[in-house]
């Protein structure tokens, strides 16, 4: 099954006060991390959504295969970026090629390639899958190809976890509690560089 990799980086920070995706981590920024574990899966074509502020400094990611999309106002909320990155998608050349879509965030650093591998076995099943951890779920996600108008409707800083609570009977579920750990804040940065989980 081809499937379209998706990294949403283009987030305001505002609690954060800087761009989380330029936070260091393990000798890298969040970014390259996030970029490298999506990298390891057989998703093609591989989008990183980026800020018009952080579209500059990103662009060597174009020499490792990434296709860089900007989101032109990402105060818009995460509707905005999953709108932008499936814009791009369908209008790839071999778009028609593309039977889903993998989203992940660029702000969870403790999710692996073993997890992105999981989620796309899972969803090849059902056509939906999404990431679980004590009683909730979320990212990273899988979406067959006919939720492509849905998550082009999404409004607002609201991801695609209303899309799957409406089809929550065709949702795989795989467990990773490490997703628990997205970074908002000071705090959850400081958590992540003591080795901490949420």
């Not at 998706?6 to 609690?15: D, E, I, N």
């Not at 403790?110 to 909730?136: F, N, Y």
Request: charged fraction near 20%; include cysteine.
């Amino acid at each position: 099954m081809t499937v379209a990799g998706v990294l949403l980086a283009a987030g305001t920070s505002q609690r954060m006060g800087r761009p989380k995706a330029l936070l260091p981590y393990r000798g890298k920024t969040l970014l390259q991390h996030a970029v490298e574990t999506l990298g390891a899966t057989s998703c093609r074509p591989r989008i990183v959504v980026v800020s018009p502020e952080m579209e500059k400094g990103c662009w060597q990611m174009k020499d490792v295969g990434i296709a860089l999309v900007m989101n032109p106002d990402p105060l818009r909320g995460l509707s905005s970026s999953i709108r932008q990155a499936v814009e791009a998608i369908e209008g790839g050349a071999a778009h028609e090629n593309v039977e889903g879509i993998l989203i992940t965030l660029v702000d969870q650093p403790l999710v692996t390639p073993e997890h992105l591998k999981a989620i796309l076995d899972a969803g090849a099943e059902t056509g939906l899958a999404a990431t679980s951890w004590s009683t909730t779920f979320g990212p990273p996600v899988f979406l067959y190809r006919s939720f492509f108008p849905s998550l082009k409707d999404l409004s607002g800083d609201f991801g695609a976890k209303k899309i799957l609570r409406g089809n929550i009977d065709r949702v795989r579920m795989v467990e990773f509690p490490g997703a628990a750990l997205d970074i908002d804040d000071a705090a959850d940065y400081g958590r992540l560089l003591s080795g901490e989980k949420a």
